[in-house]
């Protein structure tokens, strides 16, 4: 079966490789599809901290059921299907209270384990995530961003009736704003300085977008909500500037969540967090049930999917997929491998 390895940082070679097949309470998955992500990206520079080469990518997939091991129920061979890419030790304080998203030991298919990027992938039963028959391969591979918006819009606390603020909207902002909405906030403003993003979250249904390089957020706000401002801030950018203008312009007694990954450490007022005893919180990854409402937003069309897809590539050309995201940064969102 083919195999794409990251041998180095920017060199993507592919071999021939055993097949993989599934052992107790295992399931080996025919990949139809993966999804390139930001993190990914990082990999490829030789920017991510967390990672050794050679290394097999691929996190965001979905696929189809090719056989099963013992022990296995309630999935059959061709059911489509995703997976959850965390393990987890099940024993750190973290995972003993339920947060098995921040376990101490956290190790991440793709990235510190063999990813999907191979025709034959074969993961637990208990990581699965089975699909709706009616689910394409690219709503399939979805699943995975949009769990990261369900996990942090959920961290936000009740949203219901909120002005919310989402900064960056790349694909993950983009879901993290319908996610929003798909909560009951009652207006949300996303910002970029693309528009081409701008006018993807808008196709989207997020009507109130700004150009921070053209508009400074101050006034936006002011434009989408009047007097009462925000209440909730969600950074998904990971850039200081976005922080910064989101803690001096959010209401006193509002909650500020981080959900971007910082390449630079960023300064933060805590003065200012202090004095308008502002509610800071990070939000990492997501948990099982997070994917299960990613599947019933995507199902129910609270959150729309295909409008982010910028361009597919076939399996062979990976590394030409990462020159086209490097290329068209600024004007592109998600980028689909198909196998």
């Known amino acids: 079966m083919r195999q794409a390895v990251m041998t180095a940082p920017g060199e993507i070679a592919f071999r021939e490789a055993e097949i993989p097949l599934p052992g107790e309470n295992q399931v080996q998955i025919r990949v139809q599809r993966i999804g390139i992500c930001g993190s990914d990206i990082h990999v490829f520079h030789g920017k991510h901290p967390f990672v050794t080469y050679p290394l097999i990518q691929g996190h965001e997939y979905?696929?189809?059921?090719?056989s099963v091991g013992e022990g296995v129920e309630g999935v059959s061979v061709g059911d489509k299907v995703t997976a959850t890419p965390q393990e987890v030790c099940g024993s750190c304080p973290p995972c003993r209270r339920g947060q098995y998203n921040a376990c101490e030991s956290l190790i991440v298919r793709g990235f510190q384990a063999p990813g999907s990027a191979q025709d034959l992938f074969v993961t637990e039963i208990d990581k699965l995530v089975k699909l709706p028959a009616d689910f394409t391969p690219d709503q399939g591979a979805f699943v995975e961003p949009v769990a990261v918006a369900a996990h942090s819009t959920a961290r936000a606390g009740d949203l219901r009736g909120k002005n919310v603020v989402v900064a960056g909207a790349g694909t993950i902002g983009n879901v993290v704003a319908q996610g929003c909405l798909g909560r009951g906030a009652a207006k949300v403003l996303i910002t970029d300085i693309s528009d081409f993003r701008l006018d993807v979250a808008k196709e989207v249904g997020i009507s109130a977008t700004c150009n921070v390089s053209q508009e400074p957020l101050s006034e936006a706000a002011k434009r989408v909500?009047?007097?009462?401002?925000?209440?909730?801030?969600m950074e998904v950018s990971g850039v200081e500037p976005s922080?910064?203008?989101?803690?001096?312009?959010?209401?006193k007694g509002g909650t500020l969540l981080i959900v971007g990954v910082y390449g630079d450490k960023p300064q933060v007022d805590m003065s200012v967090i202090c004095e308008h005893e502002l509610t800071v919180m990070g939000s990492m990854m997501y948990r099982h049930e997070d994917w299960e409402q990613a599947v019933k937003w995507i199902a129910s069309g609270d959150v729309k999917t295909d409008p982010l897809i910028s361009k597919h590539f076939p399996f062979e050309q990976f590394q030409e997929a990462y020159a086209f995201v490097d290329k068209e940064y600024d004007r592109s969102l998600k980028v689909m491998i198909d196998l």
């Open 62 to 66: 979905a696929g189809v059921i090719e």
């Open 225 to 233: 909500f009047g007097p009462d401002g925000y209440d909730v801030a």
């Open 243 to 251: 922080l910064t203008s989101l803690v001096a312009g959010i209401g």
